[in-house]
Each structure stands twice: as C-alpha cells, then as structure tokens.
C-alpha cells in the first residue's frame, strides 16, 4: 500500500492501493470493465467540516453525475454499486439522497445499450439506535443502500450472508415437504432491511465508544461493506471506494481477501486509512464482529428508569 502520483498507472486488483487524490483523477487510471464491486459514502453536502461551507444539494447532484458515469464505466458485467446515503438536511428539512442518486443513475441508463445499464436491486435501510436528538423532527436512526448491478446477469452469493432463523425447527405443514424441516440450514435471507431487532440484521453505527472510533465524523461500520463484498464480490475481486474516508471499505475488503482500490482527498484521513488497512492486513485492527446487539440488562442501574424520570412521564 503506498501513494502514487498521478502519473503512475494503476493495475486493478493487482494490490491494494491508496491514493491521496481526487477521486476522478483515480478513477480515470483504472480500465473499463475491470472493477467487480464499488462501494462508498458519498458526502451528503450539508456542512460538514470536510465539505466545503458553498456545497449545497446541486454540489451533490454535480458530483454523483460526474463519478457514477464513470463508476459505470468501469464495472464489469454483472459488477456491483453500492451508495450508502442518508439525508441533506438543513434547519431541519431533509431531501433522500437516495432519491437523487436512482434518479441520477437514471438519466445515465438512458444513454446506455441494455446490457450496460444500471439495475437497482435493492433500496437497503440501515437502521440504527443511537445519533443526534432532533428537537423539531423524529429523530433520524436510519440510512439506505441502493444496490445497483450493471447488466441483467449478475453475482449474489446468499450462502455467504444467511443469518440464523428466529425459528429454525419450523416445519412445513402441508404439501409434499409435510413435516420436514422447511428453512434452509445454512439460515435465512437477511432481508433488506438491517435493523437492531433479534431476527434481521444488526449493524450499530460508530460512535464515541464503538470499537472502530476514529477522527471520521460521519464513520460506516466494517459491516456493512463486508456484508457486501461477502454477497456481492468473487475471491480476490477488485473493490473500489471513490470517497474513501478514513478506509473502512478498504478494511472490510482486506479482511475478505479482496484488493482494494481507493481515494481521498483529506490527509488526515488518508492517513488513519493507511494506517488501518495495515493494521488489518496483519489482524491487529480492532472491528466489532457481525454480530447482534446485547439487550441491556433490565436489573443494571443504566437500565433501570430514574425515579425522577417516571414521575414527570406520569404527569404528562
């Protein structure tokens, strides 16, 4: 893993490789139809002290038209794209970014054959229990996944991502399959919804004490990269991360033997980056395993609803 100067060209899937850069200037090194999965978390333009004070909703627009053209471009047959996007928001009203992305994604297939055009899915909501408080709105506790495919023909390995069943004893009860076990043993489909509830999936966003802390504001967990690359890249397939961040798509295809192709345009998290995919190159990065949340112990004093609480919740 090392930087390279945009003179120097880029072998998909022949390393991992990092690039303190502009993510067009690294997207243009790589070959057509050579990348098997993109996945990344665009900026959502709203103020962020990455983003520039001027970037607005048009800035989004601009910029996701610019990298999914050539995204495209570069997916292979059957290859995938992933956007993680939550929502702009501004004095507390919201636009879906999800929304602005498949409407973008359309205006590309319409200059497309068939064979080339961008097939979404899966629209995935990623819900989570903790985040800012709203004071004028519901509190947000959700983003989405659009899981666009290029082409008709395309990979999706559900083995690799089945989770156990609420009830895996079940059996069916009429047909020519009467009393024999009717789930799959290896688990179910996880659905596309990846919640915090006992019987789908369960992804906690990164916060202060999360394990994968770093100086990212707006940090993804490893798990939701790593559920995709499981379901939607081969072994040894080329994963590409436009808005890299601080590398935790980079992480998530190093810990499942895939190369890793990715771009930043801050040094401090260019850095952190580097540093993490070294560290999991070795197996000596802290992550969060896949793995549900514990429910809290009802007979903790955490747990426990204050006195003080219950009283103003009664009078109310």
Not at 48 to 69: G, H, M, N, P, W
Not at 97 to 110: C, G, R
Not at 132 to 157: A, C, P, Q, V
Not at 263 to 282: F, G
Request: proline share 7%; with cysteine; hydrophobic share 35%.
């Amino acid at each position: 893993m090392s930087l390279k100067s945009n003179s120097d060209k880029v072998v998909p899937c022949d390393q991992t490789e990092l690039y303190l850069d502009d993510c067009m200037n690294m997207l243009n090194k790589l070959a057509y139809n050579s990348v098997d999965l993109v996945v990344t978390s665009p900026p959502y333009c709203m103020g962020k002290k990455y983003e520039k004070k001027s970037d607005d909703v048009s800035t989004f627009l601009e910029v996701q038209r610019k990298v999914i053209t050539l995204v495209q471009k570069l997916l292979k047959p059957g290859g995938s794209m992933c956007w993680q996007v939550g929502y702009h928001v501004v004095e507390s009203e919201i636009i879906p970014l999800d929304f602005l992305v498949y409407q973008v994604a359309q205006e590309i297939n319409n200059n497309l054959s068939e064979e080339n055009k961008l097939h979404l899915r899966n629209r995935i909501v990623w819900t989570f229990g903790h985040g800012l408080n709203s004071k004028m709105r519901f509190s947000g506790r959700h983003e989405t996944i659009l899981w666009f495919t290029k082409g008709k023909d395309y990979r999706f390995n559900l083995d690799a991502i089945r989770v156990p069943q609420k009830y895996p004893g079940k059996r069916s009860y009429k047909g020519p399959n009467k009393g024999s076990l009717s789930g799959n043993p290896l688990g179910k489909n996880p659905s596309d919804v990846w919640d915090v509830s006992s019987d789908v999936w369960d992804i906690p966003n990164v916060k202060a004490n999360h394990v994968e802390k770093t100086i990212h504001p707006c940090q993804f967990p490893v798990a939701i990269p790593r559920r995709l690359i499981k379901a939607l890249a081969p072994k040894d397939g080329c994963i590409v991360d436009p808005f890299m961040g601080v590398g935790t798509t980079g992480v998530a295809a190093v810990l499942e033997n895939r190369k890793f192709i990715g771009s930043e345009l801050n040094p401090e998290y260019y850095r952190v980056a580097l540093e993490r995919i070294k560290l999991a190159s070795k197996g000596e990065l802290p992550i969060r395993e896949d793995k549900p949340v514990m429910l809290p112990n009802r007979k903790s004093k955490v747990a426990i609803l204050p006195e003080s609480f219950a009283k103003i919740r009664e009078g109310v």
